[in-house]
């Protein structure tokens, strides 16, 4: 069922919807709020400081005749310079369903300094990440399966080996049995710019750097640009986006300012049509609110997603991931990462929008991903099969041997009180998902889980990283203090 969302606000509620989600975004289970269509681009110049958009290029790989690649096996490459400039590289191919059981390495070179980078692994298995099977959009005909983006800073040349490899690493074959099946087909480079945000390089991070763990010792000493970094507010989707939070902060704000625990709840039981003063109202166990840097003030080109957005019932459930795109970034850097990704999510895969509800640096600064409303239950495709009734927080970087920074657990920790707060969970509880298809869990299963989970709880994978996995029952513990639990 769609229900169309205009200005002036969002329509009544539904029967049998939460208090919250009905007041918030009035719809049921898994509605589909459709905009109308975005109105005729200007054909105006963009003022001088406006945002520059990025731009996604894609190159096919071809066979390395010649060349004995990664160890002694033939397979497949890219070697080009003089490229126009990029930020974040992955490698994609035609079939979603398929896998690309190899490795993947890749350099580039420097765009400031010519010099090429080592030689670096593009995470390959990342199949648990996405949307649920047979819904509208785990179903798009324009999916594509992908390697994990890798973030390698402004460069303007590249070189890609790729080879096929068995389970126990012999390349091309299975162990006791016959060759291994050929690469997915379509193979081919994506190479993206992330564009500028139209300000002056100013970074929306808190400057919190969390020094002594993960290397992390930089901080951000500038100030928010006057005017905003993001996206104009001059087309239907970059409204509707703005919007989507004018319930709780001004609209066309780039940030959402943190509250104390007496404003937030009182915003709560504003959300939910009730007054703490009422004698019959129960105690909201709630964290204080973060502040969260909105989609307009990473940048997002509002243009590049679907318009609409999509809800499920209620929050129950919290799935942390990594992104899997290296840690040599910067915490200014940070937007220009997030639009990487989001580019590489919607351009390069065939998704409706940046999959992870939230995204969070090294910094601790937190950031809005998928747009409809940071307070609202908004679906996203973070964890296949368990993508409904939960939301997925991602921390930039990779972290199977690098240890999180302590901001950022902070983060993950100060977000789920406040966000699993609005819901009524408990970030010390369990609750039960229903499956909608994977490879732990069949469709249909009802899995009981941790409140706050890793994506490998819900699907068979490496993320979140084992040293950010070991790092969740400190969130999970200081989540329920921050809720006064």
């Not at 990664?70 to 397979?75: E, F, K, R, T």
């Not at 003089?82 to 059981?101: I, M, N, Q, T, Y």
């Not at 087909?185 to 945000?197: M, T």
């Not at 969970?425 to 009802?446: D, M, R, V």
Request: hydrophobic content about 35%; proline content about 7%.
């Amino acid at each position: 069922m769609s229900k169309i969302m205009h200005m002036r606000g969002f329509l009544p509620s539904c029967p049998g919807v939460s208090p919250l989600t009905a007041r918030s975004i009035g719809v049921t289970f898994a509605a589909v709020v459709a905009l109308a269509p975005a109105l005729p681009a200007s054909a105006a110049p963009a003022p001088a400081g406006a945002a520059v958009p990025g731009s996604t290029r894609s190159l096919p790989l071809v066979p390395l005749a010649r060349e004995r690649v990664l160890g002694g096996a033939p397979g497949l490459g890219l070697h080009r310079t003089g490229l126009a400039r990029f930020a974040l590289v992955g490698v994609v191919w035609d079939d979603p369903g398929s896998e690309l059981h190899g490795r993947v390495r890749v350099r580039t070179r420097s765009a400031a300094t010519g010099r090429w980078s080592g030689w670096q692994d593009v995470e390959t298995h990342t199949a648990g990440h996405g949307a649920d099977p047979g819904t509208a959009e785990g179903s798009a005909r324009r999916l594509r399966g992908a390697t994990a983006p890798l973030w390698v800073g402004e460069s303007d040349g590249v070189d890609v080996r790729v080879r096929a490899e068995g389970p126990q690493g012999a390349a091309g074959s299975r162990a006791g049995g016959p060759p291994r099946s050929p690469l997915p087909s379509g193979l081919r480079l994506e190479l993206v710019d992330p564009g500028n945000d139209g300000g002056d390089g100013t970074n929306t991070g808190d400057g919190d750097a969390g020094a002594g763990e993960a290397g992390v010792t930089e901080a951000s000493d500038a100030a928010e640009a006057d005017d905003p970094p993001g996206t104009a507010l001059d087309t239907e989707a970059a409204i509707a986006a703005s919007g989507a939070n004018a319930d709780i902060t001004d609209f066309g704000a780039t940030t959402i300012p943190e509250l104390d625990r007496e404003a937030t709840e009182r915003e709560l039981a504003r959300l939910q049509g009730t007054s703490l003063d009422d004698p019959a109202r129960a105690k909201p166990y709630i964290g204080p609110r973060p502040r969260i840097v909105t989609r307009r003030g990473w940048g997002a080109d509002e243009s590049l997603r679907e318009h609409g957005f999509v809800y499920t019932a209620k929050v129950k459930a919290a799935f942390v991931h990594h992104t899997a795109s290296g840690n040599a970034y910067t915490c200014a850097q940070a937007p220009s990462v997030i639009r990487s990704i989001y580019r590489y999510h919607v351009k390069s895969m065939g998704w409706r929008d940046i999959g992870y509800n939230f995204l969070v640096d090294k910094c601790g600064t937190i950031y809005e991903g998928r747009a409809g409303g940071v307070a609202k239950a908004v679906l996203g495709a973070h964890t296949l099969g368990f993508n409904t009734n939960s939301t997925g927080i991602a921390v930039i970087g990779t972290y199977g041997s690098v240890k999180p920074s302590g901001s950022a657990v902070t983060a993950v920790a100060r977000l789920t009180a406040w966000k699993l707060g609005l819901y009524g969970a408990n970030p010390l509880g369990k609750t039960y998902l229903t499956s909608g298809g994977g490879n732990l869990y069949p469709k249909g299963k009802n899995v009981r889980l941790n409140v706050i989970s890793g994506h490998r709880d819900g699907f068979a994978t490496e993320c979140p990283g084992k040293l950010l996995y070991a790092r969740l029952g400190t969130a999970r513990s200081s989540a329920a203090a921050y809720q006064g639990r």
